[in-house]
């Protein structure tokens, strides 16, 4: 048995840096096969207790072996309503692949689940004629969900497959949320998120777009109409360092940037309406996944030069590995241990350079993560014409503000019960990152799949916990 | 849905739409505001809700021709529909009886102005209003605003009222009465001097602030303005902000952000509508 993964396609470094297109390009047949092979169908499956979903792993790997490539996706859909997407974004090197046996061998590297789990979802959008039958709607119990992330699609694809008549509301005017707004086409094309929604839709579900839950549908009318609400709005409010010149033109949020080129499309701008800035020399602060996607944007959109600036060093990066690796080969440049002072502008109010200041590595702080402490008199200026700070984001207040006795916790999050998602208030669940701060699509599709079950326990009177 | 029920042409290049949207006339509250997009190629771009008539179910529009978006959608008919339409947005005005109010209204910012104008006087109080554009053909309202106030009229050219711009009538009625309170709405420039003459007599002001925005829900921050040295998003916060409050010279900067984009996207579409010289 071969020790390394079998590789998978990517367009070249050269040509990919100033393209959309997406950068991997999939299995071939062959090479799934090949890779499925690798899997030791092992007793223990420990993948399985590695995936917040609890996909069958080996069932769906063993069913592709197989050549069963039909009964593989249906395994596949039976866990996960977005396997398209999970299979491009998931950090399965910190999930699933992480506790894979193979991977625990010597010089061996574990099973590409999320590959294969590409794969075969691909493989069904080509060659299956998906029929779903609409089950949403036979029972007489309505939920609504708020937000169409990767949670409240889940909870509302879950609930739909249970009969519930759902409907969904979204801020935007395309369902899919961070999906469709945060991550670059380059990595996700929005297509696939086309089609599991369609798929979505399929079972049944109501998508109310352009619909703020809060300003254009009251709260109360929500609480009175529906016998249950989920609420996955997420956390999409922009941080901001807030050091002096934040408001020059030219300094994004990267919710702002990343919202305009995918959302909006600003990349293909005049042929779409909504500009942006290009810059030639660009700074992107933080170096989370959101910063590598920013900055791979910015290049892809005509950027010179590049650099990603984070105050510790690449061991304390949170950006997944590969998408840091893709970053490096497209010639983005990281200044490690460095963190902007002040921002500088010209007479216009247009960002010309900042001021940064060198760090050093100091005892572990309250995270656990070495403390970076600045270096007296090392500052320095370096030119650039645009920033996009990408330093994370705290809860949507929108709805939050209009909720009355819905909790919150010390960071302004929805205090909901890690286990089935329930609320302070009767008949309320919450998950994803409005319940957590930041984190994966996954881990946001878990909390959706969970609330959905404890929903359907306490609308069948299984369960309540609201019952004092 | 969103369908143009009405569209009058009331000044130069500005049209005055009514739109169907059931939830935006049962929700909307004066000083709010709802982003629309035009077409699948479309950008998001907020305009302000000038009235509503929720038994209808229909809201009101009053829109200046300044770019290309604006300019696609005076061309739109009635019976046309617009692709999306999102809100109610942002907070109410701050209604309560305050006593003597001045309203200032700059071009299309007096459409803004209007359901203020109709709340404050249902609260109880004494308004006057002061309406301001370069010549008579770019005033609008008037009548409506005569119905419920005492309007006194500003124009460059002295074509209509008086002679000179809205701070020379704000000088004018301080000096003769005593306001508690005013609101000034109208292109930036005009509301930072607002603000200026307002300060000159200790007169609170309120203004309502159109940065350049995206989704209109707190989570882009592209309308983040300086109010009182903190960051604040115009949509979430705002969009109105007490005017002594604001930095005006940092917000007037950023407004002029994507102009020269603006103007590619401007001259294509001319181009393309046959429009060009």
Same mark, same amino acid.
């Given at each position: 048995?071969?020790?390394?993964?079998?590789?998978?396609?990517?367009?070249?470094?050269?040509?990919?840096?100033?393209?959309?297109?997406?950068?991997?390009?999939?299995?071939?047949?062959?090479?799934?096969?090949?890779?499925?092979?690798?899997?030791?169908?092992?007793?223990?499956?420990?993948?399985?207790?590695?995936?917040?979903?609890?996909?069958?792993?080996?069932?769906?790997?063993?069913?592709?072996?197989?050549?069963?490539?039909?009964?593989?996706?249906?395994?596949?859909?039976?866990?996960?309503?977005?396997?398209?997407?999970?299979?491009?974004?998931?950090?399965?090197?910190?999930?699933?692949?992480?506790?894979?046996?193979?991977?625990?061998?010597?010089?061996?590297?574990?099973?590409?689940?999320?590959?294969?789990?590409?794969?075969?979802?691909?493989?069904?959008?080509?060659?299956?004629?998906?029929?779903?039958?609409?089950?949403?709607?036979?029972?007489?119990?309505?939920?609504?969900?708020?937000?169409?992330?990767?949670?409240?699609?889940?909870?509302?694809?879950?609930?739909?497959?249970?009969?519930?008549?759902?409907?969904?509301?979204?801020?935007?005017?395309?369902?899919?949320?961070?999906?469709?707004?945060?991550?670059?086409?380059?990595?996700?094309?929005?297509?696939?998120?086309?089609?599991?929604?369609?798929?979505?839709?399929?079972?049944?579900?109501?998508?109310?777009?352009?619909?703020?839950?809060?300003?254009?549908?009251?709260?109360?009318?929500?609480?009175?109409?529906?016998?249950?609400?989920?609420?996955?709005?997420?956390?999409?409010?922009?941080?901001?360092?807030?050091?002096?010149?934040?408001?020059?033109?030219?300094?994004?949020?990267?919710?702002?940037?990343?919202?305009?080129?995918?959302?909006?499309?600003?990349?293909?701008?005049?042929?779409?309406?909504?500009?942006?800035?290009?810059?030639?020399?660009?700074?992107?602060?933080?170096?989370?996944?959101?910063?590598?996607?920013?900055?791979?944007?910015?290049?892809?959109?005509?950027?010179?030069?590049?650099?990603?600036?984070?105050?510790?060093?690449?061991?304390?990066?949170?950006?997944?590995?590969?998408?840091?690796?893709?970053?490096?080969?497209?010639?983005?440049?990281?200044?490690?241990?460095?963190?902007?002072i002040?921002?500088?502008?010209?007479?216009?109010?247009?960002?010309?350079?900042?001021e940064c200041v060198r760090m050093e590595?100091?005892?572990?702080?309250?995270?656990?993560?070495?403390?970076?402490v600045p270096i007296e008199g090392s500052n320095f200026v370096?030119?650039?014409?645009?920033?996009?700070?990408?330093?994370?984001?705290?809860?949507?207040?929108?709805?939050?503000?209009?909720?009355?006795?819905?909790?919150?916790?010390?960071?302004?999050?929805?205090?909901?019960?890690?286990?089935?998602?329930?609320?302070?208030?009767?008949?309320?669940?919450?998950?994803?990152?409005?319940?957590?701060?930041?984190?994966?699509?996954?881990?946001?599709?878990?909390?959706?799949?969970?609330?959905?079950?404890?929903?359907?326990?306490?609308?069948?009177?299984?369960?309540?916990?609201?019952?004092? | 849905?969103?369908?143009?029920?009405?569209?009058?042409?009331?000044?130069?290049?500005?049209?005055?739409?009514?739109? !169907?949207?059931? &939830?935006?006339? *049962? @929700?909307?509250?004066?000083?709010?505001? =709802? /982003?629309?997009? %035009?077409?699948?190629?479309? $950008?998001?771009?907020?305009?302000?809700?000038?009235?509503?008539?929720?038994?209808?179910?229909?809201?009101?529009?009053?829109?200046?021709?300044?770019?290309?978006?604006? !300019?696609?959608? &005076?061309?739109? *008919? @009635?019976?046309?529909?617009?692709?999306? =339409? /999102?809100?109610? %947005?942002?907070?109410?005005? $701050?209604?309560?009886?305050?006593?003597?109010?001045?309203?200032?209204?700059?071009?299309?910012?007096?459409?803004?102005?209007?359901?203020?104008?109709?709340?404050?006087?249902?609260?109880?109080?004494?308004?006057?209003?002061?309406?301001?554009?370069?010549?008579?053909?770019?005033?609008?309202?008037?009548?409506?605003?005569?119905?419920?106030?005492?309007?006194?009229?500003?124009?460059?050219?002295?074509?209509?009222?008086?002679?000179?711009?809205?701070?020379?009538?704000?000088?004018?009625?301080?000096?003769?009465?005593?306001?508690?309170?005013?609101?000034?709405?109208?292109?930036?420039?005009?509301?930072?001097?607002?603000?200026?003459?307002?300060?000159?007599?200790?007169?609170?002001?309120?203004?309502?602030?159109?940065?350049?925005?995206?989704?209109?829900?707190?989570?882009?921050?592209?309308?983040?303005?300086?109010?009182?040295?903190?960051?604040?998003?115009?949509?979430?916060?705002?969009?109105?902000?007490?005017?002594?409050?604001?930095?005006?010279?940092?917000?007037?900067?950023?407004?002029?952000?994507?102009?020269?984009?603006?103007?590619?996207?401007?001259?294509?579409?001319?181009?393309?509508?046959?429009?060009?010289?």
């Amino acid at each position: 048995m071969k020790n390394r993964k079998t590789p998978m396609k990517e367009q070249s470094p050269e040509s990919r840096r100033r393209n959309f297109e997406e950068v991997a390009l999939g299995y071939t047949l062959e090479e799934a096969l090949e890779e499925a092979q690798r899997c030791l169908q092992c007793p223990t499956h420990p993948c399985v207790s590695g995936c917040p979903v609890e996909i069958d792993i080996p069932g769906f790997i063993r069913k592709l072996r197989d050549g069963k490539l039909e009964e593989s996706y249906r395994i596949l859909k039976s866990y996960n309503n977005l396997p398209a997407v999970c299979g491009r974004v998931c950090p399965q090197e910190v999930q699933c692949e992480s506790r894979c046996v193979v991977g625990k061998m010597k010089d061996s590297e574990p099973v590409a689940i999320g590959r294969l789990e590409r794969f075969v979802a691909d493989w069904a959008a080509e060659n299956l004629e998906e029929d779903v039958k609409p089950l949403a709607g036979s029972k007489k119990e309505k939920v609504a969900v708020v937000g169409s992330g990767p949670a409240g699609l889940t909870a509302a694809a879950d609930l739909a497959k249970m009969g519930y008549h759902v409907d969904i509301f979204e801020a935007f005017h395309k369902p899919g949320g961070v999906l469709v707004y945060g991550i670059p086409e380059f990595r996700l094309p929005k297509r696939i998120v086309e089609r599991e929604v369609s798929y979505i839709r399929k079972l049944g579900v109501n998508f109310h777009l352009n619909t703020v839950v809060g300003k254009t549908v009251k709260v109360k009318e929500l609480l009175s109409e529906y016998d249950a609400v989920f609420i996955g709005t997420g956390a999409g409010t922009p941080k901001f360092m807030g050091i002096p010149g934040t408001n020059l033109n030219g300094v994004y949020s990267a919710n702002e940037f990343l919202t305009r080129v995918n959302l909006m499309k600003a990349y293909l701008f005049p042929e779409y309406d909504t500009p942006i800035r290009v810059g030639k020399k660009v700074a992107v602060i933080g170096a989370g996944n959101t910063a590598m996607d920013a900055a791979r944007s910015a290049l892809r959109l005509g950027a010179e030069k590049v650099y990603i600036v984070y105050r510790r060093t690449e061991r304390e990066m949170p950006a997944r590995r590969e998408e840091y690796h893709h970053a490096l080969e497209e010639g983005i440049e990281f200044l490690w241990l460095t963190l902007p002072i002040r921002y500088i502008g010209d007479a216009n109010g247009n960002v010309e350079a900042m001021e940064c200041v060198r760090m050093e590595l100091k005892e572990a702080d309250g995270s656990g993560r070495p403390r970076p402490v600045p270096i007296e008199g090392s500052n320095f200026v370096l030119e650039v014409d645009m920033v996009i700070e990408a330093i994370g984001q705290g809860p949507n207040r929108v709805l939050l503000s209009e909720f009355p006795g819905l909790e919150l916790n010390e960071r302004g999050y929805i205090k909901a019960d890690e286990d089935t998602g329930a609320t302070s208030v009767k008949g309320v669940f919450a998950g994803g990152d409005i319940v957590t701060g930041a984190a994966t699509v996954i881990k946001a599709m878990g909390a959706g799949k969970k609330a959905a079950q404890f929903i359907h326990s306490y609308l069948t009177g299984e369960w309540n916990p609201w019952q004092k | 849905m969103n369908e143009i029920v009405k569209k009058v042409k009331i000044a130069e290049d500005v049209f005055d739409f009514w739109i !169907h949207s059931p &939830s935006v006339s *049962k @929700e909307a509250r004066p000083g709010q505001f =709802v /982003v629309i997009r %035009l077409h699948e190629k479309g $950008e998001r771009i907020p305009l302000t809700v000038a009235d509503t008539k929720p038994e209808e179910g229909l809201f009101r529009m009053v829109v200046k021709v300044v770019g290309k978006t604006t !300019h696609e959608l &005076s061309l739109k *008919k @009635e019976g046309d529909t617009i692709l999306d =339409v /999102v809100g109610p %947005l942002g907070n109410p005005s $701050e209604i309560e009886n305050y006593g003597n109010v001045l309203l200032v209204g700059g071009g299309v910012g007096i459409a803004t102005l209007y359901p203020i104008a109709k709340a404050l006087k249902e609260a109880g109080n004494n308004i006057t209003t002061v309406l301001g554009a370069r010549t008579k053909d770019y005033l609008i309202m008037v009548d409506e605003f005569k119905e419920i106030s005492d309007v006194l009229l500003v124009t460059d050219d002295g074509s209509a009222g008086m002679k000179g711009v809205v701070t020379d009538a704000m000088d004018k009625l301080f000096r003769e009465r005593k306001f508690d309170i005013c609101w000034a709405v109208g292109p930036t420039i005009m509301m930072k001097f607002c603000t200026l003459k307002a300060r000159e007599f200790g007169v609170p002001i309120w203004v309502s602030l159109n940065p350049i925005m995206v989704d209109g829900t707190g989570m882009c921050g592209a309308c983040r303005v300086t109010v009182s040295g903190q960051i604040k998003f115009a949509c979430v916060d705002g969009p109105e902000f007490r005017g002594e409050e604001v930095d005006w010279d940092e917000l007037l900067k950023r407004l002029a952000q994507y102009r020269e984009q603006e103007k590619i996207s401007y001259e294509r579409f001319l181009k393309t509508a046959g429009e060009s010289e």
